[in-house]
C-alpha cells in the first residue's frame, strides 16, 4: 500500500522559516515528479512547487517563487519543501503529491497524496 506522509508543519510569525517533509513507503518512485500543493481555508487546492524525479527540473508557484525550494532524496523517498520568509496568505494545509511523469500543477495529474500538514502564519 503506497503511503506519503508530510510533517513538519506548524505556527510560526510572519518572515519565519519552515521545513517540510514528505516520506513515501509502498513503492519507491522511480521516474516520477513529486509535488507540494496547498490549500487555505475557503479555498481550491492549489500547485506550490513539483520536482522532477533526478531533481534537474523544478517548477514553482509564481507566489512562492524566491521564498520556497523543494528538493527530494531518492534514496529516502522524501520530498522536502524549504519555505522562508512566510506571510500570512501562506497559512493552509500543504499536501505532498506523487505519481505523475511531468511537472504539473493540476492536482488530478497525481495519483497519490498525503493527509496534509498545517502550516499557520500569525501576523
Known amino acids: 500500500q503506497v503511503q506519503l506522509v508530510e510533517s513538519g508543519g506548524g505556527l510560526v510569525q510572519a518572515g519565519d522559516s519552515l521545513g517540510l517533509s514528505c516520506a513515501a513507503s509502498?513503492?519507491?518512485?522511480?521516474?516520477?515528479?513529486m509535488a507540494w500543493f496547498r490549500q487555505g481555508p475557503g479555498k481550491e487546492r492549489e500547485f506550490v512547487a513539483a520536482?522532477?524525479?533526478?531533481?534537474?527540473?523544478?517548477y514553482y508557484a509564481d507566489s512562492v517563487k524566491g521564498r520556497f525550494t523543494i528538493s527530494r532524496d531518492n534514496a529516502k523517498n522524501t520530498v522536502y519543501l524549504q519555505m522562508s520568509s512566510l506571510q500570512p496568505e501562506d497559512t493552509a494545509t500543504y499536501y505532498c503529491?506523487?505519481?505523475?511523469?511531468?511537472?504539473?500543477?493540476?492536482?488530478?495529474?497525481?495519483?497519490?497524496w498525503g493527509p496534509g500538514t498545517q502550516v499557520t502564519v500569525s501576523s
Open positions: 520536482i522532477s524525479w533526478s531533481g534537474a527540473s523544478i
Open positions: 503529491a506523487a505519481g505523475s511523469l511531468r511537472l504539473e500543477v493540476l492536482p488530478r495529474s497525481y495519483a497519490y
Open positions: 509502498g513503492r519507491t518512485f522511480n521516474g516520477n515528479t
